[in-house]
Nanobody, 126 residues
Framework: QVPLVESGGGSVKAGGSLRLSCVASLSMIRYLTMAWFRQAPGKEREFVSGIGIRSGGFEGYGDSVKGRFTISRDNAKNMVYLQMSSLKAENTAVYFC??????????????????WGQGTQVTVSS
């Protein structure tokens, strides 16, 4: 019923960069906690990054992407972004945008989120 649409995926060589975007057809996006997850074939969905409602609030990263990925949001444009740098072959996955109502101290499980996009493929070659 409530769409989140990802874009910006594609193919890149190891060491390169990509910027993913998610647009939300959700009213009151400024009251939503937003996140990115990824899922590789045969593996469970994995938390990549999340960002809370308030400046200085929740901002988290999976251990494997700290220092390489950066999440940001632009509430005026109903957008959330994931800047990915120093990409590795093991980062290949479908990347999903997710959202939940309200603020949180920490939210890094798929069950913490109620709205999901369809995913965008990221392929990193060696």
């Amino acid at each position: 019923q409530v769409p989140l649409v990802e874009s910006g995926g594609g193919s890149v060589k190891a060491g390169g960069s990509l910027r993913l975007s998610c647009v939300a057809s959700l009213s009151m996006i400024r009251y939503l906690t937003m996140a990115w997850f990824r899922q590789a074939p045969g593996k469970e969905r994995e938390f990549v990054s999340g960002i809370g409602i308030r400046s200085g609030g929740f901002e988290g990263y999976g251990d494997s992407v700290k220092g390489r990925f950066t999440i940001s949001r632009d509430n005026a444009k109903n957008m959330v972004y994931l800047q990915m740098s120093s990409l590795k072959a093991e980062n290949t996955a479908v990347y999903f945008c997710a959202a939940r109502d309200g603020g949180v101290s920490s939210a890094a499980r798929p069950s913490d989120y109620e709205y999901w996009g369809q995913g965008t493929q990221v392929t990193v070659s060696s």
